[in-house]
């Protein structure tokens, strides 16, 4: 979304209603797995050389519910300030008044910013079922109590009979004499 820094200075407070594509944030934040176009609306104004913008962005994005992975729409809405200027001392990192030397200004990585610090930690589905729950992806599988139980038997079986092997196989330095009496007479 470029801004020529000339129509501020000419028409203050200048209005800009667009919609932007922003679907590569999918690609950037894995917690994020759909976003389309998001309805941006910016008032700037120019005062003492910095140029001021209020971003109002609304959209929607689809994120995995924290509860069982299926999709939840999160609808959204940020207002945002950014501040800019063309004169170099008047900028300052302290004050966020970022310095601008070309006449022309994109204001999509902002845009992009606020969204991104508008996801949510956690988001849960409300119509979410145990039947909806997604049985496996990349990484894990969901087991019932059952198979879970059934596994978990396996797995101390195991240990158990691996701990039995090894008390087997030490033989106590001392009676490591023994140990060959006993094989000699096999």
Do not use: W
């Not at 200004?105 to 988001?123: H, M, Q, S, W």
């Amino acid at each position: 979304m470029n801004i020529a820094l000339q129509k501020i200075a000419a028409h203050t407070p200048y209005t800009i209603t667009e919609t932007v594509d922003v679907s590569d944030l999918e690609d950037l934040d894995n917690d994020i797995r759909r976003i389309g176009t998001v309805d941006v609306t910016i008032e700037a104004t120019l005062n003492q050389g910095i140029y001021t913008f209020r971003i109002n962005v609304a959209g929607e994005m689809i994120l995995p519910c924290a509860r069982t992975l299926v999709d939840v729409p999160y609808p959204f809405a940020v207002e945002a300030y950014e501040q800019f200027t063309q004169v170099e001392y008047k900028a300052s990192k302290d004050e966020e008044i970022f310095f601008v030397d070309r006449e022309v200004l994109d204001l999509t990585p902002y845009i992009k910013e606020n969204i991104l610090l508008e996801v949510p930690i956690r988001v849960f589905s409300e119509d979410t079922k145990i039947e909806d729950v997604i049985d496996e992806q990349e990484g894990f599988t969901v087991l019932g109590e059952d198979e879970y139980l059934e596994q978990e038997a396996i797995q101390q079986e195991k240990f158990k009979q691996e701990k039995q092997s090894e008390q087997q196989k030490k033989v106590d330095p001392r009676l490591s004499s023994l140990k060959q009496y006993f094989e000699d007479d096999e």
